[in-house]
T-cell receptor, first 118, second 111 residues
Framework: NAGVMQNPRHLVRRRGQEARLRCSPM?????VYWYRQLPEEGLKFMVYLQKENIIDESGMPKERFSAEFPKEGPSILRIQQVVRGDSAAYFC????????????????FGNGTRLTVT | LAKTTQPISMDSYEGQEVNITCSHN???????ITWYQQFPSQGPRFIIQGYKTKVTNEVASLFIPADRKSSTLSLPRVSLSDTAVYYCLVADNNAGNMLTFGGGTRLMVKP
């Protein structure tokens, strides 16, 4: 049973370009979370999605960032017109039920996409 | 949101028991406490989860006092491969299921 798959593992973009990060959740999981991690720092929540719905995007910058989780296919985190400050590791996680609910299932993380903006 | 506080770093030696304590003073009634482990260049990995008292699995134990304002992750007989960052996570059901990671504890296990 494959875990959470993220691609690409490494992505280099020049300032002003677009970055598209993909995440395929574990089989049967319909809850997807995106986190960002700067070097030597903890993970910061960005957005929580269920199939075709954004449930909570309070941690995601209002401009240039967007996320989707279509009915078919992986979840996509899209960063338009990247700047150097966007350089970070972006982690996707999935869960079977709503994480945090009583009797919940824990988050399963992918190994991240490391974005470098030059 | 239930905020967590952990020591920034800890050192230990192989074979010792390591206890990492996390403070979460404003934990809510329905919140669960979950610990994750993260190695460099990898995503966090679930270790253990609990609500109250004590939980034990093949990897670790989790001790939660009656007031639930703190929790302690206990790693028995650590090895070099346990060197990692450990995150205490308190699930918050009142904020769109947004899960808040603390700063983590960087554990260094020495030979």
């Amino acid at each position: 049973n494959a875990g959470v798959m993220q691609n690409p593992r490494h992505l280099v973009r020049r300032r002003g370009q677009e970055a598209r990060l993909r995440c395929s959740p574990m089989k049967g999981h319909s809850h997807v979370y995106w986190y960002r991690q700067l070097p030597e720092e903890g993970l910061k929540f960005m957005v929580y999605l269920q199939k075709e719905n954004i449930i909570d995007e309070s941690g995601m910058p209002k401009e240039r960032f967007s996320a989707e989780f279509p009915k078919e296919g992986p979840s996509i985190l899209r960063i338009q017109q990247v700047v150097r400050g966007d350089s970070a590791a972006y982690f996707c996680a999935s869960s079977l039920t709503t994480a945090g609910a009583p009797g919940n299932s824990p988050l399963h993380f992918g190994n991240g996409t490391r974005l470098t903006v030059t | 949101l239930a905020k967590t506080t952990q020591p920034i770093s800890m050192d230990s030696y192989e074979g010792q028991e390591v206890n990492i304590t996390c403070s979460h003073n404003n934990i809510a009634t329905n919140d669960y406490i979950t610990w994750y482990q993260q190695f460099p260049s990898q995503g966090p990995r679930f270790i253990i989860q609990g609500y109250k008292t004590k939980v034990t699995n093949e990897v670790a134990s989790l001790f939660i006092p009656a007031d639930r304002k703190s929790s302690t992750l206990s790693l028995p007989r650590v090895s070099l491969s346990d060197t990692a960052v450990y995150y205490c996570l308190v699930a918050d059901n009142n904020a769109g299921n947004m899960l808040t990671f603390g700063g983590g504890t960087r554990l260094m296990v020495k030979p």
